[in-house]
């Protein structure tokens, strides 16, 4: 094999490497929910990154609502979870359907 040859590969995987750097691998994160209460009640996550909320109740269903754009999860019973991912930058607020008392935030900061 020639020198050239040599060097073009080393350039490439150089290039690779320094564009591998610059990239962001997106987290998983999860919220449990006990007591009637979010854990934790705020998050601050990275945009891609995804959120699982996990019913750890005995006997309650629980969803989760988001106050700006009404979106809200199915019901989950306990051992259940819905996971969501967020794309965009922002702060998200939301809370349990059917008991409004329980309170969370999400903030996805770049």
């Given at each position: 094999?020639?020198?050239?040859?040599?060097?073009?590969?080393?350039?490439?995987?150089v290039?690779?490497?320094?564009?591998?750097?610059?990239?962001?691998?997106?987290?998983?994160?999860?919220?449990?929910?006990?007591?009637?209460?979010?854990?934790?009640?705020?998050?601050t996550?990275?945009?891609?990154?995804?959120?699982?909320?996990?019913?750890?109740?005995?006997?309650?269903?629980?969803s989760?609502?988001?106050?700006?754009?009404?979106?809200?999860?199915?019901?989950?019973?306990?051992?259940?979870?819905?996971?969501?991912?967020?794309?965009?930058?922002?702060?998200?607020?939301?809370?349990?359907?059917?008991?409004?008392?329980?309170?969370?935030?999400?903030?996805?900061?770049?």
């Amino acid at each position: 094999m020639s020198t050239w040859r040599i060097k073009q590969g080393l350039k490439g995987g150089v290039l690779a490497l320094a564009l591998m750097a610059g990239t962001t691998v997106a987290a998983e994160h999860q919220v449990q929910i006990y007591k009637y209460a979010y854990t934790p009640a705020e998050l601050t996550i990275k945009p891609g990154d995804t959120v699982t909320w996990v019913n750890a109740e005995k006997r309650v269903s629980h969803s989760v609502l988001f106050s700006a754009t009404g979106e809200e999860s199915e019901r989950f019973f306990p051992g259940e979870q819905w996971s969501r991912r967020f794309d965009q930058a922002g702060r998200f607020e939301y809370r349990c359907g059917p008991h409004p008392e329980m309170k969370g935030l999400i903030v996805v900061e770049p």
